[in-house]
């Protein structure tokens, strides 16, 4: 038995295969799901997702969304997603430090922009963390 594993984020699908299992950053941790599950649907959170392939494991940096499980398919719908392989660390590092830059310098900044920015951060801090994983 396999799962089928499909990730979307508003500008494209990240992802889309067959594979053994998969590890989703949860708002109340971590899950693991393999074929068989029950069906289930759980808001995601920043943070890295792991999937098992054959043996191999592919790491993703994902922010908020949702993830439903039926049956032996599941579908990720986030915000953002990325895989290891197109994280440009040098990128994420310079957009992190101007987000944490405007968070400093704002007195009275809208509660949304503040959100906005305080995302980004958290999601940047995955990105370099997966980026990472492998040194």
Known sequence: MAL???IVTPEAKVYSDT???VVIPTVEGEIGVL???IPLLTQIE???LRVTKGGATTWLAVGNGFAQIDGDTVR???EQAITEEKIDENAVEAAMKRA???VKAAKDMDPQQYE???SLIRYSGVQLAVKRRRR
């Open 4 to 6: 089928t594993l499909e």
């Open 19 to 21: 594979i053994d299992s």
């Open 35 to 37: 074929p068989g599950h």
């Open 46 to 48: 920043h943070g890295e």
């Open 76 to 78: 990720v719908l986030a």
């Open 100 to 102: 944490e830059a405007d």
């Open 116 to 118: 906005h920015l305080q």
